[in-house]
């Protein structure tokens, strides 16, 4: 499979997707690049956007194990991890048999990631990382691929755990989701609010096909100049001392050169360009920086501050 036969892959999936979710392709693209690069991604917005929608359509399209977890305060860590349970055999003895949770898949949907408490977001954490679970004494290793892809709504409500730094970091990209243009949502209320049928998607991607889309992504090659240009825009974010407090670390620039090579790989190029950089700046450092005080003083937003720091 080369780049071109790629590209013609990622148009088919973008097509298909088209059939259920309208416009978003920023959105989509940023996905698939988060697929790419085997990594995590949160989903911001309000609701009503079609997160969970997207999340779902794509998991239909890749021939990949898929589970939802709805977060709520009240969910414990077991209900995602998976427990034991006590089974009889019949031969009257009793013993622990594990009954794998919605953890074990190869795409877990954590909706409303910030309503879930503390101690239940963390048993995501070792997951994420670690890709495996750790239930009593026992480690269970976690299928590959992996992706965990959370959403949450950024409106301030009662009763929401904001994600810690540590956290977040996690994830690879924060992928901000917008409101549909004014033409796009014409088509949403012509295509959900009439009787038309369900489209029925195929599986186009199997996993050994992702697998080996995730290890062409780290071939794409870049040069040294972009490379150093990516470093450089990281290591500003610890130098803007007026408008970051806290800087973000090496795994964002890590994170940043992964990212860019899969934008570039789904855009059919064969190399990484000074856009694909900018493009992936957003989503990469959102969720890393830590605003100072005058930043937040003169009503700035993150997207604000890394603009500032591409100029």
């Known amino acids: 499979m080369k780049v071109e036969d790629a590209k013609k892959t990622f148009d088919y999936i973008f097509s298909e997707m088209g059939k259920v979710v309208v416009g978003q392709q920023e959105l989509l693209k940023q996905l698939l690049v988060a ?70 898949a190869n795409i877990v949907l954590a909706d409303e990631i910030n309503r879930a408490t503390p ?55 924060k992928i901000k989701v917008d409101y549909p243009t004014f033409d796009d949502e014409l088509e949403i209320v012509n295509r959900f ?23 062409l992504t780290k071939q794409i090659p870049i040069a040294n100049d972009i490379k ?26 890590i994170g940043l050169i992964l990212a860019s090579k899969a934008r570039a790989l789904v855009e059919g190029r064969k190399y990484v360009s000074k856009d694909d950089i900018n493009k992936m700046a957003f989503p990469i450092l959102r969720h890393r920086i830590v605003l100072s005080f005058e930043a937040e003083r003169q009503g700035m937003h993150s997207d604000d501050v890394i603009k500032a720091l591409l100029k």
């Open 228 to 253: 150093k240009y990516a470093v450089q825009l990281v290591t500003g974010t610890r130098q803007k001392k007026d408008l970051i407090e806290y800087g973000a670390s090496p795994r964002a620039s």
């Open 119 to 173: 101690k239940t977001q963390s048993a995501l954490l070792e997951a994420m990382q670690e890709r495996q679970v750790t239930v009593g004494n026992n480690t269970f290793k976690l299928e590959e691929p992996f992706f965990v892809l959370a959403t949450q709504n950024p409106i301030e409500q009662e009763g929401t755990y904001p994600l810690p730094e540590a956290q977040s970091d996690r994830f690879l990209l």
């Open 35 to 104: 697929l790419l690069s085997d990594a995590h991604a949160l989903l911001e917005g309000y609701p009503g956007l079609a997160k969970t929608l997207t999340v779902k359509t794509m998991s239909q399209l890749l021939d990949l194990k898929f589970s939802r977890v709805q977060n709520t305060p009240d969910l414990m860590p077991s209900d995602i991890t998976g427990t034991y349970i006590i089974e009889e055999a019949s031969s009257g003895k009793r013993n622990f048999k594990f009954q794998p949770g919605p953890i074990f």
């Open 193 to 215: 609010a009439e009787d038309s049928k369900k489209a029925s998607l195929k599986p186009v991607l199997s996993k050994d096909n992702l697998l080996y889309l995730q290890h």
